[in-house]
């Protein structure tokens, strides 16, 4: 039963197309996270929500586009796909903000060709 | 400067050492600290939280903070090889709620 699930695990996709990433927690938390991995293994905050309510939005080009339907999912809307999009997307959720231990769903991986 | 540093690695270390991994922040306002650890393929997950001067240990990890120096360190005693991975350090930017993380240091444990 996983705790926090993301789909599709793999994508990989032409420039200029539109995709979306989603996420799904059955913990019950009320916060959520948009993590981009690059490929230096560096982990950058993307986006938070916390009971629908965006908080936390990062200088992050505004063809990524988050949305929150309820407390248990996110999604992540990436228009105009470029090749620098490519990258490993990670969902996160926690029981509050702050000092709330995130716990990280298994990643999507975004290929853009 | 990033906000949060760490060597890149990789750190080898054999089977049975301490492995010890460190990490240096820049807000000196910072009151919150991670060590989370991530497969390759896999994503993070955390090992330890620590919010005050000193060391924390939980089994045979020691997390230790000195606010001071600015400094966060990670001790993995009797270093086994499924501790192979990449650790990487996050600090709490309390005013924004925002994790920072570090690039992370890349273990190797050899039998």
């Known amino acids: 039963d996983t705790a926090v699930s993301q789909t599709p695990k793999y994508l990989v996709t032409q420039m200029g197309n539109d995709k979306s990433i989603k996420c799904e927690q059955n913990?019950?938390?009320?916060?959520m996270y948009w993590y981009k991995q690059d490929s230096k293994k560096f982990l950058k905050i993307m986006f938070s929500?916390?009971?629908?309510?965006?908080?936390i939005n990062e200088t992050v080009p505004n063809r990524f586009s988050p949305k929150s339907p309820d407390k248990a999912h996110l999604n992540l809307h990436i228009n105009s796909l470029e090749l620098g999009d490519s990258a490993v997307y990670f969902c996160?959720?926690?029981?509050?903000?702050?000092?709330?231990?995130?716990?990280f769903g298994p990643g999507t991986r975004l290929l853009v060709l | 400067q990033k906000e949060v540093e760490q060597n890149s690695g990789p750190l080898s270390v054999p089977e049975g050492a301490i492995a010890s991994l460190n990490c240096t922040y820049s807000?000196?306002?910072?009151?919150?600290f991670f060590w989370y650890r991530q497969y390759s393929g896999k994503s993070p997950e955390l090992i330890m939280s620590?919010?005050?001067?000193g060391d924390k240990e939980d089994g045979r990890f020691t997390a230790q903070l000195n606010k001071a120096s600015q400094y966060v360190s990670l001790l993995i005693r009797d270093s086994q090889p499924s501790d192979s991975a990449t650790y990487l350090c996050?600090?709490?930017?309390?005013?924004?709620?925002?994790?920072?993380f570090g690039s992370g240091t890349r273990l190797l444990v050899r039998p």
């Open positions: 996160a959720s926690s029981r509050d903000r702050g000092l709330e231990t995130q716990y």
């Open positions: 913990l019950g938390h009320d916060t």
């Open positions: 929500y916390n009971n629908k309510e965006l908080i």
């Open positions: 807000d000196r306002g910072s009151q919150s």
């Open positions: 620590i919010y005050s001067n």
């Open positions: 996050a600090v709490l930017r309390d005013s924004s709620y925002k994790l920072i």
